[in-house]
Nanobody, 124 residues
């Protein structure tokens, strides 16, 4: 069982930065692939980024590539999403998710555990 708690969301002006954190419970955190997704009302949940258990490999959606960076600190059971050069279209509820499945999956159905979400609002 893995429990995930996100933090770090908020309101920021376009061009600004935010750093999201995802704190995980459980003793197998370094075996979990950690994904980040976002969702706006009326739309499907969208893949943002994913990082392997060791942190050595990452993958990003084209819409955030070059602006967002995901990382993790396995000693602290925490994953991060650094978001720079934010745009109004990045406004969404952001979720972290965990899976023990191998590979850097971008499909939400692969992820077994989900956080509660944190709101990110980017004003123009």
């Amino acid at each position: 069982q893995v429990q995930l708690v996100e933090s770090g969301g908020g309101l920021v002006q376009a061009g600004g930065s935010l750093r999201l954190s995802c704190a995980a419970s459980g003793r197998t955190f370094n075996r979990e692939v950690m994904g980040w997704f976002r969702q706006v009302p009326g739309k499907a949940r969208e893949f943002v980024a994913v990082i392997s258990g060791s942190g050595a490999n990452t993958r990003y959606a084209d819409s955030v590539k070059g602006r967002f960076t995901t990382s993790r600190d396995n000693a602290k059971n925490t994953a991060f999403l650094q978001m720079n050069s934010l745009k109004p279209e990045d406004t969404a509820v952001y979720y972290c998710a965990a899976t023990a499945d191998y590979g850097l999956g971008h499909l939400s159905g692969r992820y077994k555990y989900w956080g509660q979400g944190t709101q990110v609002t980017v004003s123009s």
